[in-house]
């Protein structure tokens, strides 16, 4: 998705029931309200780089999740940098021999003193 410009091009590895709570704030269920808001917020971009700064992962036979912190900086249209720290995680299914995700999420910290790094002990 960070390659793309628009939602329509990363739409094959996923679920068409697939549940989303991404930024901006915004929940659904399904690939199509997600294209759409992928879409409307893609627009404004001029570009986009990711960084991720850490990862962790959970992998089965059927079951894969994805949790990373990442530096995102977005260059909009208008001339507007953004810099953002957020957590993301990806829920992965496996389907027919082909991996799906299912769910995604996306977060802003909103603790001042969060340095981005993944509690494991």
Sequence with gaps: MTQ???G???PK???NNA???DIPP????GISPAIKMFDGVFSLFKSCKISILEIDT???N????VCTI???DIFFTSGVIKNLTVRETDCFQKTNSEWKLIHQHVSVPNAENCNGKIVTE
Excluded at 26 to 29: D, I, K, L, V
Excluded at 62 to 65: A, G, N, P, Q
Aim: proline share 0%; aromatic share 16%; charged share 20%.
């Design 13 to 15: 590895h996923r679920a």
């Design 70 to 72: 990442q530096k995102i």
């Design 19 to 21: 549940l989303w709570y």
């Design 4 to 6: 793309s410009s628009t």
């Design 62 to 65: 059927e079951m894969k999740i």
């Design 26 to 29: 915004f929940a659904s269920r």
């Design 8 to 10: 329509l091009q990363s």
């Design 58 to 60: 959970f992998i089965t």
